[in-house]
């Protein structure tokens, strides 16, 4: 991003926020990192740049979460499996 503002270009975020639902055959990492850099414009971000996909970061994040849990004794994994699905049902993606 610094190197398009030094050479006079603003980050446009228009394109991001309509990838952030991932449309299907479109990468986590255009919908994270697509920005349009327009000429003397002003940088206007509709979200935080430095973001981790929601779909990339479960991604890298299963094998673990997994090998975790499966450590865990049988009737509390129970309980952590469930938890886990009541939290990702309540937390809103960002638009």
Known sequence: MRLFADNGYGAIDCVRPALWEVPPGVGYVLAQQCFLFVRG????????????????HGQLTQPLRARVV??????????????????????????
């Not at 002003?42 to 990339?56: R, W």
């Not at 952590?80 to 993606?93: A, D, I, S, Y």
């Open 41 to 56: 414009a002003s940088p206007n971000l509709a979200m935080p740049v430095d973001v981790v996909h929601p779909g990339l």
């Open 70 to 95: 499966n450590k865990l004794p049988p009737r509390l994994q129970c309980r952590v499996v469930h938890f886990g699905q009541l939290v990702r049902r309540r937390v809103p993606v960002a638009n």
